[in-house]
């Protein structure tokens, strides 16, 4: 296959997809600069065909359509990861774990097919990136290695859709879709086209044979690779792998899935022997609490369906600044930026010539708005220098004339509080009566943020 002159070019986003017609600085999909990369035309139109195998084209009616998807799910048995998943692998299904290089992807995804081998499924570890010789050193250091797991070092696609069709396996593992090579496509692995076509054809593979397959997707700003924003539409489940670098706590977060919710996290915590399940978050975030102090506020955050109790800090400090320093780590600094604004305005106090520092501890990221009231009340409790008790915890939106409104799951916040022993919650006054929640949490209901101020005043 050769360029002539019938074969036109296009323009591709490498993190995006987006594609144009001419070369651009930045992409009008996704607004990153330099992402634009040529593409031969000829390679992009194979995408359109069909990925479904025959014998599921063909049309019946709804209602005689089978949902037994749930009886033939597949469970890792790993607790944070079935939940994730949506209640455990579904056949012919095609999950993408991203994650940032280094993060902790193949890690996972070992320990997750252990898991699925100790079942006396044979399952296929196809890698692309690293030796047999690495893999089972890897290996070794996560536990016992079970004799169902099979290994193969390659990234020629068609090569690997022999192996499958020889072995078949009960799950196939794709490690990483980068690195993976299909002959008839001219650009090199790792190019918007060849990653692309790697995953419509493993897509087919799995649909056709009802093989789980788990790809393993880098996400990266810079370089030649193809991010997995292009695949997000073709795969089924899009996981993210994500965590601080100088934190050892992972999530694994659910992005997309056509099988189960999304929003959903697993907690693992990066140790010597691998990944570990966080069962209890709430208990390993809040762990390293110190005793009251200025700035310190407990919110209790929704992830996906799990309440976890996260502590924000504040340090608001005089600036000898023109412009003052707003830094945030874990919240949406333009959020910030908002909440400030409103506390100025709505309570009074003075902080343009303050410099204010806020952090999320654990290196966990929220961007639910019920952390809002903690937010302002963390920064008014560094202000003043006046420590919230230990034992109160706060949520609420904050609305621009100062208000706190009512957020969703009222009851799954306040138990995971009264759970990890706090003796009581400020939290929005709209709905709290129609509460049913009968424990020894004290609940102190507030409708605007000077009035979570003053019960914070009271409780300290
Ligand atoms: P890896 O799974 O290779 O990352 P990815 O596939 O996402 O690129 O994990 C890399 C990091 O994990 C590496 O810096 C070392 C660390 N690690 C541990 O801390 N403990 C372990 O048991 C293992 C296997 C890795
Ligand atoms: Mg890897």
């Not at 070369?23 to 607004?31: N, V």
């Not at 997995?228 to 977060?253: A, C, I, K, N």
Request: proline letters at 5%.
């Amino acid at each position: 296959m050769s360029r002539d002159k019938d074969t036109k070019t296009v323009y591709v986003c490498r993190l995006c997809g987006q594609t144009s017609a001419k070369w651009l600085g930045r992409c009008p999909g996704c607004g990153e600069w330099h992402t634009l990369v040529d593409e031969p035309v000829d390679t992009l139109v194979r995408k359109g065909r069909s990925l479904l195998s025959a014998s599921q084209s063909a049309p019946l009616p709804l209602l005689e359509v089978s949902t037994d998807v749930d009886e033939a799910r597949i469970f890792i048995g790993m607790n944070e990861m079935d939940r994730v998943l949506g209640g455990g692998l579904v056949p012919g299904s095609l999950v993408l774990l991203a994650g940032e290089p280094g993060i902790g992807k193949s890690t996972l995804l070992l320990q997750i097919l252990c898991h699925l081998a100790s079942n006396q499924k044979k399952i296929l570890y196809v890698s692309g990136e690293e030796s047999l010789a690495q893999i089972r050193m890897r290996s070794e250091r996560l536990g016992k290695i079970p004799e169902s797991l099979w290994v193969a070092c390659e990234s020629e696609l068609d090569r690997i859709i022999e192996i499958v069709k020889e072995q078949s396996p009960s799950v196939l593992a794709v490690d990483s879709i980068q690195t993976m090579f299909c002959g008839e496509i001219l650009s090199a692995p790792g190019s918007v086209a060849q990653v692309r076509e790697a995953t419509a054809r493993l897509m087919q593979l799995a649909k056709s044979k009802g093989i789980p397959t788990i790809l393993v997707g880098h996400v990266t700003k810079e370089g030649a690779i193809a991010g997995p924003r292009v695949l997000e539409h073709l795969v089924d489940t899009v996981l993210y792998f994500e965590g601080d670098r100088s934190h050892t706590f992972r999530l694994l977060r659910t992005v997309k899935n056509r099988y189960g919710p999304t929003h959903e996290i697993g907690v693992f915590e990066m140790t010597e022997a691998g990944l570990k399940q966080v069962p209890n978050p709430s208990e390993v975030f809040l762990g390293q609490r110190p005793k009251a102090v200025p700035g310190s506020v407990i919110v209790p955050c929704m992830e996906g369906t799990r309440p976890i109790l996260v502590e924000i800090q504040a340090l608001v400090s005089p600036s000898h600044l023109a412009m003052p320093r707003r830094t945030s780590t874990g919240i949406d600094s333009s959020r910030l930026a908002l909440l400030i604004a409103v506390a100025e305005r709505h309570l009074g106090v003075a902080l343009f010539d303050r410099d204010i520092f806020i952090n999320v501890v654990g290196g966990l990221k929220i961007s639910e708005p019920a952390s809002e009231l903690a937010v302002i009340m963390a920064m008014v409790s560094s202000l003043r220098d006046v420590p919230l008790n230990m034992d109160t915890a706060v949520f609420g939106e904050v609305g621009l004339t100062g208000e706190v409104r009512a957020v969703g799951r009222t009851e799954l916040r306040l138990n995971e509080a009264a759970r990890l022993g706090l003796k009581r919650c400020i939290i929005p006054q709209a709905g709290s009566h129609r509460l049913k929640f009968s424990d020894s949490l004290e609940i102190l209901p507030v409708k605007r943020i000077d009035e979570a101020v003053a019960a914070m005043s009271k409780v300290s």
